[in-house]
């Protein structure tokens, strides 16, 4: 097959890729094209991809991982450049089942999302979390706007669980999961909503009385973010969207990757305060609180609110 195609030139181009993921990615691209030796390989994986007789998983990216070495590249690029090599299969199958177009757009911009984070947190263009792409490629989960979402149920592990509106859902129940990708894009009201309205007229058929239950767990919920939290910041309004069924804190700051990047794995006071969101967490942590801390919450959508 030929690796450097236009379309993943376009593809690139498109989201404005960093000069210097490009030039690799390119490199890499023209290396498999020119080598038929790692092409074989290479083309093997993706073959028993595309055919459903693998997934994008921890055997697959094992594999990928012997290749990178022979070829002398960060195993988080190969597996980068496997995931760019399908872009070009899903967009010929949404346009196959007539799926709108910017859906497709919208989904995948989740490469450029963990592209970014990989040089911010690995110092190397590619991805840390490959296997999460899975879902993309095998249309378990799409993005409606600024959240991406899928099809999961209740789990059965948990109790009933009553809204405030009385409607219960009991272990089992069809829910809509939605993720949260680091786009960059705020959490304004607007944004959030032009989300849950395009989700919800996807979805809403799903739902006997046509109102949609989102269902998301996030360090964003952290049940201590209202403690700390600027008034402005759009995360506190993005917190009441949801009624939280549960929610944990904790000593281990998992998730500080997400707010302080590469200076995650410094020591503490070498962490920066020079973003609104880095300064509370510096206070509250200094102050003595939990760092760590995370929830799962609902909302029941109709289509234009959030019913209560």
Not at 1 to 17: G, I, K, V
Not at 29 to 44: C, E, G, I, P, V
Not at 96 to 113: A, K, N, P, V
Not at 127 to 140: I, N, Q
């Amino acid at each position: 097959m030929l690796h450097n195609t236009p379309f993943l030139q376009d593809f690139m181009a498109r989201y404005n890729y960093p000069a210097e993921a490009v030039s690799l990615f390119t490199e890499v691209l023209d290396k498999l094209d020119s080598n038929n030796s790692y092409a074989r390989t290479f083309d093997a994986l993706y073959d028993k991809f595309e055919h459903h007789k693998a997934r994008l998983d921890g055997k697959l990216l094992a594999k990928l991982d012997i290749l990178a070495a022979r070829m002398g590249y960060s195993r988080y690029t190969l597996h980068f450049v496997f995931a760019l090599s399908l872009t070009y299969e899903l967009w010929e199958q949404y346009g196959l089942m007539g799926i709108d177009e910017q859906i497709y757009w919208d989904t995948m911009d989740d490469l450029r999302c963990k592209l970014l984070e990989c040089m911010e947190c690995k110092g190397v263009p590619g991805s840390f979390v490959a296997d999460w792409f899975d879902g993309f490629f095998r249309l378990d989960r799409v993005a409606y706007g600024r959240f991406q979402y899928q099809l999961c149920h209740f789990s059965e592990k948990n109790k009933p669980f009553t809204m405030s509106c009385g409607h219960v859902i009991n272990p089992g129940d069809r829910l809509i999961g939605f993720h949260i990708p680091s786009s960059g894009v705020p959490l304004t009201d607007e944004v959030r909503f032009a989300s849950y309205k395009c989700a919800w007229e996807h979805l809403h058929w799903l739902f006997p009385d046509g109102r949609v239950i989102f269902i998301c767990g996030s360090w964003l919920l952290n049940p201590n973010h209202p403690k700390f939290l600027p008034e402005n910041l759009n995360i506190l309004k993005f917190i009441n969207d949801f009624e939280i069924i549960d929610s944990w804190e904790g000593k281990e700051f998992n998730d500080a990757w997400r707010v302080f990047g590469r200076y995650a794995e410094k020591p503490f006071d070498e962490w920066p305060a020079d973003t609104s969101l880095r300064h509370a967490y510096v206070d509250w942590i200094k102050s003595g609180g939990a760092p760590g801390g995370a929830a799962e919450g609902v909302i029941m959508f109709d289509g234009e609110k959030i019913v209560r």
